[in-house]
């Protein structure tokens, strides 16, 4: 199971920090993601780490966001550090581990 955590309202220019913590038998040596879709929209990649920590942010990400992956209490753990927020980041945002565990996802409402 995948447990994401951490979204909510925020106004423009703030910051969030999105976790997501893998359970069973999710393994991260494939690497760990953040997804993001916003209303009427597709989902889309925001942020990738592999098991060695190479990263690639989509374009909007790059600067602003940071994903980093940690264990806490024996659970691998993918987080995403958002900073200088923008309303069009308003989306619900999903944590993905290869090839196809997906979290609940997690609703990041930003306001101008």
């Known amino acids: 199971q995948l447990q994401a955590s951490g979204g909510g309202p925020v106004q423009a220019g703030g910051s969030l920090r999105l976790s997501c913590a893998a359970s069973g038998d999710i393994s991260s040596i494939y690497g760990m993601g953040w997804f993001r879709q916003a209303a009427g929209k597709k989902r889309v990649m925001v942020a990738t780490i592999t098991s060695g920590g190479t990263t690639d942010y989509a374009d909007f990400a790059k600067g602003r966001f940071t994903i980093s992956t940690s264990t806490d209490n024996a659970k691998n753990t993918v987080s995403l550090q958002m900073d200088s927020l923008k309303p069009e980041d308003t989306a619900v945002y999903y944590c993905?581990?290869?090839?196809?565990?997906w979290g609940q996802g997690t609703l990041v409402t930003v306001s101008s």
């Open positions: 993905w581990y290869p090839p196809n565990y």
